[in-house]
Nanobody
Framework: QVQLVESGGGLVRPGESLRLSCEVSGLTFNNRDMGWFRQAPGKEREFVATFSRTGSMTYYADSVKGRFTISRDNAKNTIYLQMNTLEPEDTAVYYC????????????????????WGQGTQVTVSS
């Protein structure tokens, strides 16, 4: 049984930082592609960050580029999302997900290409 468990969310003030973690179990982690998405109240789920198919590159939504960093630790079966200079617009439930193998580059941001999802962790940015 595949499980993804996010943690690290919370309430922070604008300009502060958080690091989200996503621990994966039930599958061979090393060769699986993964990403982060988020969903704000009343909005659709949107892409945040992911790795390329080879893992050599990273991709970010324009709204978080330069502020967020995705990384992974294969020894811990975990991916991370370092979020700096947080803004109220970053308030959302953040989800990690496992992507289907063989997804082409143009589809990396498409949530329909992700097959396993975590339960989400709430991030609230407010003064």
């Amino acid at each position: 049984q595949v499980q993804l468990v996010e943690s690290g969310g919370g309430l922070v003030r604008p300009g502060e930082s958080l690091r989200l973690s996503c621990e994966v179990s039930g599958l061979t982690f090393n060769n699986r592609d993964m990403g982060w998405f988020r969903q704000a109240p009343g909005k659709e789920r949107e892409f945040v960050a992911t790795f390329s198919r080879t893992g050599s590159m990273t991709y970010y939504a324009d709204s978080v580029k330069g502020r967020f960093t995705i990384s992974r630790d294969n020894a811990k079966n975990t991916i991370y999302l370092q979020m700096n200079t947080l803004e109220p617009e970053d308030t959302a439930v953040y989800y990690c997900a496992v992507r289907k193998s063989g997804t082409i580059t143009s589809e990396l941001r498409n949530s329909n290409r992700y097959i396993y999802w975590g339960q989400g962790t709430q991030v609230t940015v407010s003064s």
